[in-house]
Structure formats: structure tokens, C-alpha cells
């Protein structure tokens, strides 16, 4: 895949990781912990289209 697909690739995998740790940041101080949960699983769902995509 070239051009603007991997490209779209590339961010969502950066997405996915800069959700993660905001999403762990929220948990471990306790500040919102169902707003961490649910980036925890938006990283997970950007996970999977990556995936699928890449299939």
C-alpha cells in the first residue's frame, strides 16, 4: 500500500497509541476511569481496522 493509504495507516496506528496512554494515564490516577476504559477500547477498535486493512 502506498500513498495516502499508508499514510491514513500510519495515524491511526499513532492515534492508537497516544489513546492508550491517555486511556492508562486516566485510570492509574483515578481521575476518570469509564472515559479511560472507553479510550482503551477506541485504541483497540483503531487496532482492528489497521488490521483489517492490512489483510
Do not use: E, Q
Amino acid at each position: 500500500m502506498t500513498g495516502f493509504g499508508a499514510a491514513l495507516l500510519s495515524i491511526l496506528v499513532i492515534a492508537s497509541f497516544l489513546l492508550t496512554a491517555g486511556g492508562v494515564a486516566m485510570i492509574v490516577r483515578g481521575r476518570d476511569t469509564r472515559k479511560g476504559a472507553l479510550m482503551l477500547v477506541a485504541a483497540l477498535v483503531l487496532l482492528g481496522n489497521v488490521a483489517i486493512l492490512t489483510l
